[in-house]
């Protein structure tokens, strides 16, 4: 859960701050972060994988071996764009 959320403003019920608090738990919780600074790889970033864990190319100097592979980090929406189809005859 998220801790270090700004004080509540008096116009915001608790509700509202409770569904704030949730969501942007759900969003950090299904991010896939650098083992090495923790941060989220931005889209068009290359991303080091060593066994389960990867590292961002900023980590990856500071390791002596070399990743198992290196891929290329993606839109959230690769592969789920809308394509023009060709008109049937």
Known sequence: MVTNLPAMPAS????????????????????????????TP????RVHHYGA???CTLCRARRDDEPERVELVH?????Q????LARAA
Do not use: I, M, N, Y
């Open 12 to 39: 915001r019920s608790a509700l509202e701050h409770q569904l704030l608090v949730k969501g942007l738990g759900a969003l950090t919780r299904d991010r896939a972060r650098c083992a090495g600074c923790g941060r």
């Open 42 to 45: 931005l889209a068009g970033e």
């Open 75 to 79: 839109h959230c929406e690769h592969g």
């Open 53 to 55: 864990e990867f590292v």
């Open 81 to 84: 764009t809308v394509r023009r």
